[in-house]
């Protein structure tokens, strides 16, 4: 899925190389007064290094992703992988293949001139647009100042989206699916028949939401793994305590409401019905990514096994002062009674008895055992002959008590002359994780907010308040010399993730500005010509925002994306200024023709960009890349047509044409 949806996302910018070329070729021949076979290698040649240029600057921005580690790295792989091969592709046809194509269709018969009427209204928007800033007196500094002034104000205003909680940051938005699990955990000790009683009434409700088409209990034992299982080992649940309800929901084009949208409207009702048996029930959804054993996960270390315990149950506590947490649950077992066979060794060795005879018949009694069999000439197995109690009376101790053993001194001895029977609790289950023993507090996020960052930020400040307990992000505590606390689940996989992207964009942008300085040969203009690359924020956030998106581990790789793409369109307008002025041209009017020349291609680039983001737009995982491309290039593609010519006419007044 993910390389199909690589492939859709790179059809929109596989076109921009061929765009470019074929639009410098019609804008020379519309000149008029040359053949077509006269035209094409002076317009490829012009537009030539540029195209070359610009599209490593997307490969270099694309490529680094392809090493992103953990478990998102294979996940997310085959976007830049595939993408920059067929950036390749597409401009290794652009130079040889479109221009052949274009001559063996159009000809030599096309020969459009340019009409004074429209160059005068071309020139007169751009010389109205442009000219304001190109003056070097105060007025044109000062309109020059208040084009910077307002973008970066306009792109605090964006970033200031996020901390406001405009625009949610989570790894992966829910996808639309056909299933969702219902977890139960009763304490231990409860019997199969309570849990069963719980599920059945569970299922009651169930059957009347309109969604679920059909549904499955568990009672006692595992459901089949899943792909949610693999991580949370739901395979090991198999005690008389546990059960698992799988719905099935009817097809996503039947139906209105999305699965997470179904799994939060029965969540009151579940959560009403498990309160009033006393047990656990956790709404499970298919995770959009890779599985974690629960998406808010704090890992309890501690000297002592009681100490641990003490702690995990006070951060439980906490757990519930935080707005939107749900599931809320411990790996801590309940206190559960048991009794405890104690036998005189010496006693039972006076008399006779081992204790292997005392093991064997307890289990008789309470498992049975198969003493013999009956052979029938007329069966072709043999029947067996167990031996066992009633089962009303398997749990009657007097009773097992009373039951004889044979002595070896040939007499019949009783049970309850060797052994006594005390009452205790079974010890609680030691987890360990780098092999340091460990107690989990899980929960889950619901709400507003929707993502499990969110709880943790505020958990993290309540818990902060106790300053007996220490917590970690990254790793465990190396030395447990106190209570410490350790965050895991969504937010290890998006730290990771977002980490990695971080560097993997960091590399990008460092590989594009060593692509434009070679290009150049200079310093400054690369920064120049990437000014445009923070300036997507302001198409990119509030894009999330007016979508009623959350910004998504796929967001930010449509980031990373237009790092690549929008430097392309500063390329094509620095390359055409620095062509005209060699030229002789007059610099603000090379600046204002750069913008009135390359208008045409940058524009029907973006356009084709933003075309190719529309096909994955209605998908609930790729959301997020498709709003940041369309959004991001609408907005930093407008700015750069003014942005870029202003910067660069202010950097060559104040040096000099000497470094063009």
């Known amino acids: 899925r993910v390389s199909l949806f690589a492939l859709i996302f790179s059809i929109g910018i596989l076109v921009d190389d061929a765009v470019v070329i074929v639009e410098n070729i019609h804008r020379h021949l519309s ?26 600057t997307v490969i270099a921005a694309l490529m680094p992703m392809a090493f992103v580690t953990g478990l998102m790295g294979p996940y997310m792989s085959p976007i830049p992988i595939n993408a920059s ?53 105060k007025k044109g500094k000062l309109n020059r100042y208040l084009l910077i002034i307002v973008t970066i104000f306009m792109l605090f205003l964006a970033i200031l989206l996020v901390p406001s909680q405009q625009v949610i940051l989570k790894m992966l938005p829910f996808d639309n699916k056909s299933e ?3 977890v139960i955990d009763a304490p231990e000790g409860t ?73 939060l409207s029965i969540r009151p009702e579940v959560e009403k019905i498990a309160r009033a048996h006393n047990v656990s029930a956790k709404i499970v959804e298919v995770p959009p990514g890779p599985p974690v054993q629960s998406p808010l996960v704090a890992e309890i270390y501690a000297q002592s096994d009681s100490q641990r315990a003490k702690t995990a149950e006070i951060i439980a506590k906490t757990f519930t002062k935080a707005n939107g947490i749900v599931d809320i649950d411990t790996s801590l077992e309940s206190p559960s009674e048991r009794n405890i066979v104690v036998v005189d060794q010496a006693k039972a060795a006076q008399l006779g008895i081992s204790q292997a005879q005392i093991t064997q018949a307890i289990e008789t009694a309470i498992s049975g055992n198969d003493v013999s069999y009956l052979h029938n000439p007329n069966n072709k197995y043999s029947v067996p002959i167990r031996l066992e109690l009633p089962q009303n009376r398997q749990n009657d101790w007097q009773t097992i008590l009373n039951i004889p053993i044979q002595s070896r001194f040939g007499g019949k001895v009783t049970l309850d002359e060797v052994v006594d029977i005390k009452k205790g609790t079974w010890e609680q289950t030691i987890y360990h994780k780098d092999l340091l023993p460990v107690t989990f507090v899980t929960a889950d ?41 350790k965050w895991d689940g969504e937010w290890q996989i998006t730290y990771e993730t977002f980490r990695d992207m971080g560097i993997a964009y960091g590399v990008g942008l460092i590989l594009i500005y060593l692509l434009i300085v070679a290009q150049f040969s200079s310093y400054f203009v690369p920064l120049i010509i990437m000014a445009p690359i923070p300036l997507t924020i302001i198409g990119v956030m509030p894009g999330h925002w007016l979508a009623g998106s959350q910004f998504t581990a796929t967001s930010m790789i449509g980031m990373i994306a237009l790092a690549g793409i929008i430097v392309r369109n500063s390329i094509l307008l620095v390359d055409f200024i620095r062509m005209q002025v060699a030229a002789g041209r007059d610099l603000k009017q090379a600046v204002i023709d750069s913008a009135k020349v390359r208008a045409k291609p940058i524009i029907l680039t973006g356009v084709a960009a933003m075309m190719g983001a529309f096909f994955i737009l209605d998908d609930p995982i790729f959301n997020g890349l498709a709003i940041s491309l369309i959004s991001g290039i609408l907005v930093s593609t407008l700015l750069t047509l003014v942005l870029i010519p202003v910067l660069y006419f202010w950097y060559l007044s104040r040096f000099g044409l000497k470094n063009v």
């Open 85 to 137: 091969m067929g950036m390749l592709l597409s401009l290794i046809i652009a130079l040889v293949v479109t221009p052949w194509l274009f001559r063996t269709i159009i000809g030599n018969k096309v020969h459009h001139v340019e009409t004074k009427n429209s160059k005068k209204g071309e020139n007169s928007i751009f010389d109205k647009l442009m000219r304001p800033f190109l003056h070097n007196n």
């Open 31 to 56: 000149k008029g007064g040359k053949k077509l076979t006269e035209i094409i290698p002076k317009a490829v040649d012009e537009v030539g290094g540029p195209t070359i240029l610009a599209t490593f």
């Open 191 to 263: 019997t199969l028949e309570t849990t069963n009683q719980v599920m059945i009434e569970l299922a009651d409700y169930l059957k009347k939401v309109p969604e679920v088409e059909h549904m499955v209990a568990y009672a006692g034992t595992a459901s089949p793994i899943n792909f949610n299982g693999l991580v949370r080992q739901y395979f090991l649940r198999q005690a008389d305590n546990m059960g698992d309800i799988q719905l099935t929901l009817i097809d996503k084009h039947e139906r209105k409401r999305k699965s997470h949208e179904v799994a």
């Open 180 to 182: 969702i699990q219902i």
């Open 445 to 485: 996020m619901a709400g507003f907010q929707d993502s499990p960052l969110y709880g943790m930020f505020e958990l993290v400040d309540i818990i902060k308040q106790d300053e007996q307990v220490t917590q970690n992000f990254i790793k465990p505590p190396l030395i447990v010399d106190k209570p410490s606390l």
